[in-house]
T-cell receptor, first 112, second 114 residues
């Protein structure tokens, strides 16, 4: 148990659906991240939020829309996704600019 | 562009063997290098290295950083089947302000057979 909770753990959606992934941490961390993990590829950074402000958008398509209402919660809103978006989406948090990331268990997304 | 290269990409050993995993990097404003173990889902933290030549150790695992040659190694001695996992290397760069980016390698898949 890392203190970072992601829901849902598994999600299957059609290309026209709209869904959201949720991440929650109560570690007192101020930085939160979304990473995408596809087979045989490195973890790809998607978004970084620091004190609720987005500080990194790694050229992510607009069909992925992040939201960070406060330092403890992070969402990833999904709409009109493509089958190649199927992957494990990992949320992580960190206390500041240094130190290790604490990862959630991930949300396994399948787009049909 | 930041680059992190891990080798080998996969490795199969027998219980009791010693393994060495490699991570080389090219990154501007290097700050630290981190190792993670990923078994099923969430990567779990192993080590963070910031200084050259200082070995970090935790049980049968150890790691060291060479900032001149831009690489790190992760050693596992007396391997056990529970060490089977993907080992991820990540490099943290600092550029001041609010830059909080970690770049990961592809990982090394270690399989330890009984």
């Amino acid at each position: 148990e890392t203190g970072v909770t992601q829901t849902p753990r598994h999600l299957v959606m059609g290309m026209t659906n709209k869904k959201s992934l949720k991440c929650e941490q109560h570690l007192g961390h101020n930085a939160m991240y979304w990473y995408k993990q596809s087979a045989k590829k490195p973890l790809e950074l998607m978004f970084v939020y620091n004190f609720k402000e987005q500080t990194e958008n790694n050229s992510v398509p607009s069909r992925f829309s992040p939201e960070c209402p406060n330092s403890s919660h992070l969402f990833l809103h999904l709409h009109t996704l493509q089958p190649e978006d199927s992957a494990l989406y990992l949320c992580a948090s960190r206390i500041g600019a240094t130190g290790e990331l604490f990862f959630g268990e991930g949300s396994r997304l399948t787009v049909l | 562009e930041d680059k992190v290269v891990q080798s080998p990409l996969s490795l199969v050993v027998h219980e009791g063997d010693t393994v060495t995993l490699n991570c080389s990097y090219e990154v501007t404003n290097f700050r630290s290098l981190l190792w993670y173990k990923q078994e099923k889902k969430a990567p779990t933290f192993l080590f963070m290295l910031t200084s050259s030549g200082i070995e970090k150790k935790s049980g049968r695992l150890s790691s060291i950083l060479d900032k001149k040659e831009l690489f790190s190694i992760l050693n596992i001695t007396a391997t056990q089947t529970g060490d089977s996992a993907v080992y991820l290397c990540a490099v943290d760069r600092g550029s001041g302000g609010s830059n909080y980016k970690l770049t990961f390698g592809k990982g090394t898949l270690l399989t330890v057979n009984p």
